[in-house]
């Protein structure tokens, strides 16, 4: 016997055993009373194999992957030029500091010091490795483009250029 609950159309397992347990047990209340009951084990090996499916993702990564994603679509709407066709070279230092006081500038989390071609940048220390905010080192980077080559904006006046 199969049975639909309201109209989602699931399909009950208890309907579906029943008639199996019954025969094999010879007592439908004691099929009824062995299908209605989970051992917390099973309970907790279904959670795990969900977890394991949906991906657990941290919300760091989130974060950056929602930010580069709103910058895309903001340097997206500019407009195309498919001549365009430069190329550069710039000379920088870059010194990773762990707290945003020794960037030399009060509450910045980064600076660019021209002529001497240094940024400094706050970074995190992570499973060994140092991490960085892709974000602000870009930044950081097109100020030294900016100074070192001329034709690049300053990404603190990206505004005048619609972005």
């Known amino acids: 016997m199969v049975s639909i ?3 989602s ?3 009950r397992a208890m309907d579906i ?3 199996l347990l019954s025969h094999s047990l010879g007592n439908s209340e004691r099929a009824v009373r062995a299908v ?9 090996l279904i959670v795990l194999i969900a977890g ?3 991906g657990c993702v941290p919300a760091a990564t989130i974060a950056r992957m929602d930010g580069f994603n ?6 997206a709407s500019l407009p195309s030029d498919p001549s365009l066709s430069y190329e550069t070279e710039i000379k920088v230092k870059v010194i990773v500091v762990g707290d945003s006081s020794q960037t030399r500038y009060p509450g910045a989390v980064a600076t660019y010091s021209h002529p001497d071609g240094i940024i400094r940048i706050m970074g995190k220390m992570v499973n060994g490795k140092i991490v960085l ?12 483009l900016q100074y070192q080559d001329g034709q690049f904006v300053n990404p603190d006046r990206m505004e005048e250029y619609g972005y």
């Open 70 to 75: 709103a910058q895309w679509r903001g340097f």
């Open 133 to 144: 905010c892709p974000a602000v080192l870009g930044h950081e980077i097109q100020h030294a």
């Open 5 to 7: 609950i309201g109209n």
């Open 52 to 54: 394991l499916f949906t």
């Open 36 to 44: 209605g009951r989970r051992p917390l084990w099973f309970c907790f």
């Open 17 to 19: 055993a029943l008639p």
């Open 9 to 11: 159309r699931e399909v």
